[in-house]
Structure formats: C-alpha cells, structure tokens
Nanobody
Framework: QVQLVESGGGLVQAGGSLRLSCAAS????????MGWFRQAPGKEREFVAV???????YYADSVKGRFTISRDNAKNTVYLQMNSLKPEDTAVYYC??????????????????WGQGTQVTVSS
C-alpha cells in the first residue's frame, strides 16, 4: 500500500521560507517521479514542481527561482524548499508520485498516488 505523508506547512510572512517534506512508503521510491502540486480555495489543483527518478527537475513559471525540489532516496523523501514566499503561494500543497516515463508530466491526472496535503499560508 502506497502512502505519501506531507509535513512542514504552516503560517509565514511574505518573504519568508518554508520547507515541505513528503515521506513515501510502499513503493520503490527511487524509480518514481515525485511531484508537488497546490490548490488554493476555489481554484484547480496546479503543478508546482517535479523531480524525476534521475534527478532532473522542472518547475512552474510562477515558482521558478524561488522554490527548489529535491529528493533523498535513502530516506524515501522528497522536499520542497520555498523561499521568498508570496501571499499568492497560499494553498494546500500535495505530494504525488507516478511511475517514471520518458515524458515529463505536469498534469495532476497523470499522477497515481497522492498525499493528504499540508496547508501553507503566507500573510502579507
């Protein structure tokens, strides 16, 4: 049974930083692409970042240069370091996994497993 458990969310002032973690179990972690998505109230879930099994990374334009995704295969954990946070980054952040393929997948329906989400609130 695959489980993804996010942690690290919270309340932070604009310009601050947070680091999200997602601990995975029940899958061969090193073989999976791991993504972060977010969903603000009244909006669709949107892609934030993905790190492929080989370590290459891709980001949404809205977070490029501010967020960094990384993974520790020894700990079965993926991270999202978020710097220079803005009020518009406020959302529930979800970790997701998918079997690695040739294509980079940035749509939420392309992911197989999801965590429960962690709230990030950025105050102005």
């Amino acid at each position: 049974q695959v489980q993804l458990v996010e942690s690290g969310g919270g309340l932070v002032q604009a310009g601050g930083s947070l680091r999200l973690s997602c601990a995975a179990s029940g899958l061969t972690f090193s073989s999976y692409a791991m993504g972060w998505f977010r969903q603000a109230p009244g909006k669709e879930r949107e892609f934030v970042a993905v790190i492929r099994s080989g370590g290459s990374t891709y980001y949404a334009d809205s977070v490029k240069g501010r967020f960094t995704i990384s993974r520790d295969n020894a700990k079965n954990t993926v991270y999202l370091q978020m710097n220079s946070l803005k009020p518009e980054d406020t959302a529930v952040y979800y970790c997701a996994s998918r079997t690695e393929t040739i294509l980079v997948v940035t749509t939420y329906n392309g992911y197989d497993y999801w965590g429960q989400g962690t709230q990030v609130t950025v105050s102005s």
